[in-house]
């Protein structure tokens, strides 16, 4: 097996027993990320400083004092900022930009001694479900170049599915990490809002932001997700340290419910008790069969392993979508504003005066999805305007969350698709925004309601490419999300395919 393909765990295993070294490990992603250039996942890497990371980290190993993580290679999207590596945010208004600080998420890596491969493209200020709107050009879907990788965290989850690099950090605002891991069979998790450290995360909407990992498995989610979360005293949104002060996620993947439930240990239904509800809404007009069939049978392997299913209603799903795209875009415009060519980022060349270079230098930096929705945005929160579609749209936010919550009185998990499809043609949804937004209806109302979600792999459609099934927990039900998906991915083995270009 090749090292492109081994999970964190035996990476970790191969490190500690000096069968490889954290350099060489990094020469071994870097140069697999040179040679595969063309899926266009990275948009910035730097030989020395990564090895320059894995050296140390080596020292580390050779001390005793390794983490978990430490000497595992990672890369970031282009979101989080980094202080020797480029933060564009995939957006020319920030092509050059070297940000003096890291991100809360990077810092705290850094310190579990994982080593950074580089940066991640994505869609520009992570906006779009496609990866199809940075500045830098489009992320290319592993399992089939002329498809897209979802987005906006495309290309994360690319070079995750190509193995390119074996972990990533992704955000998530209204469905980004599950859509692309969805799109391109890998796993990723989306925690409960305020979990994970927004600091240093280029903002989109600062009420549905939300950092997450992305890796080949649940367990390798669970030990970034151990490192990437904790209280932030820089982030007014992170969530007490009193929430965050429990025993590590990754130590309880076969204890979250109950007793040891190691699959083949002797325990033919590990997940006895643990109820799974099924929203009707999910699987209505629009939803591909084959992913309604890859779904399906996903649920019934959870009922193999002792959950039980029950029919649920999330009755204002289908409003998800209008009061998103109306709260997301009002938070766009008032963050965006900052980008003015004054203190940093694009500044246009001729200008007539201070309003005019203000003016051009916007233009000429902003891509066209970016300019629609700050302009959305500004509208909405324009005088006349803002009790009829901003204040309306987070009073059915209130209510999409109450559904959510009745929901959880009949069950323990929700499952149903990540998105209605599987990853379509480059271009296929370019002109039309409608269509594009329409694919995030299983998504955004987790997000609305700051719930923590998660896309596990369950199956391929007839053209094979990747479905993914959606895990959606209660508040702060991280441990227990990934431990059930642990236990499907003990059953499975559809987290364990890879694009047979990418062997």
């Known amino acids: 097996m090749t090292l492109a393909k081994l999970s964190i765990s035996e990476l970790r295993v191969a490190l500690d027993s000096k069968k490889i070294s954290a350099v060489e490990l990094a020469e071994y992603f870097l140069a697999r990320a040179e040679s595969n250039a063309d ?14 990371e894995a050296r140390r980290a080596d020292a580390q190993i050779a001390n005793g004092n390794a983490s978990a993580l430490t000497g595992i290679p990672i890369a970031h999207k282009d979101i989080f900022v980094t202080r020797d590596w480029r933060t564009t945010a995939g957006s020319k208004m920030l092509e050059n930009y070297i940000s003096p600080f890291d991100a809360t998420v990077v810092e705290k890596l850094n310190a579990a001694g994982m080593v950074c491969l580089g940066k991640l493209n994505c869609d520009e200020f992570a906006m779009g479900s496609s990866n199809e709107n940075s500045a830098f050009g489009a992320v290319k879907n592993p399992w089939d170049k002329s498809r897209i990788p979802g987005g906006s965290s495309g290309g994360s989850a690319a070079a995750i599915a190509a193995g390119l690099a074996p972990a990533a950090t992704g955000t998530d605002t209204g469905g980004s990490l599950r859509q692309p891991a969805a799109m391109c069979g890998i796993t990723a998790i989306k925690p409960t809002y305020g979990r994970v450290s927004r600091y240093g995360m280029v903002a989109f909407a600062s009420s549905l932001d939300q950092g997450g990992p992305m890796a080949k498995s649940a367990e390798d989610c669970a030990l970034l997700l151990d490192a990437m979360m ?138 066209a999805e970016v300019k629609r929705r700050i302009l959305v945005g500004a509208y909405v929160l324009s005088h006349g305007y803002y009790d009829a579609y901003y204040l309306q749209a987070q009073k059915v936010r209130r209510l999409i969350a109450q559904d959510f919550q009745d929901a959880f009185k009949q069950c323990d998990f929700v499952m149903g698709p990540v998105a209605p499809t599987t990853a379509w043609k480059v271009g296929e949804k370019s002109n039309d925004p409608v269509a594009m937004y329409l694919e995030d209806i299983f998504t955004l109302g987790v997000s609305l309601a700051g719930l923590p979600g998660m896309s596990v792999p369950c199956g391929f459609d007839q053209q094979k490419l990747p479905i993914g099934l959606q895990i959606i927990g209660n508040y702060f039900d991280e441990a227990k999300m990934l431990a059930a998906a642990h236990q499907y991915q003990l059953a499975t083995d559809w987290h364990t395919r890879s694009p047979e270009a990418f062997q």
């Open 230 to 367: 904790g209280f932030d005293a820089k982030d007014s949104t992170s969530v007490s340290a009193r929430e965050n002060n429990e025993t590590p996620i990754s130590a309880r993947l076969l204890t979250a419910f109950g007793s040891d439930n190691r699959s083949g240990a002797g325990v033919s239904k590990p997940l006895a008790g643990v109820r799974v509800g099924v929203p009707k809404e999910f699987f209505g007009v629009g939803l591909s069969p084959d992913v309604a069939h890859a779904v399906d049978s996903a649920i019934a392997q959870f009922e193999k392993l002792g959950a039980s299913r029950t029919e649920i209603s999330l009755p204002r799903t289908r409003l998800a979508i209008p009061a998103y795209y109306v709260i997301a875009p009002a938070e766009a415009s008032s963050n965006l504003s900052r980008f003015d060519g004054v203190r940093y980022g694009h500044r246009a060349k001729e200008y007539k005066d201070l309003a005019d270079m203000i003016a051009k230098s916007r233009a000429e930096g902003f891509g």
């Open 39 to 52: 899926l266009n996942a990275f948009l910035h890497r730097d030989r020395d400083l990564t090895l320059a």
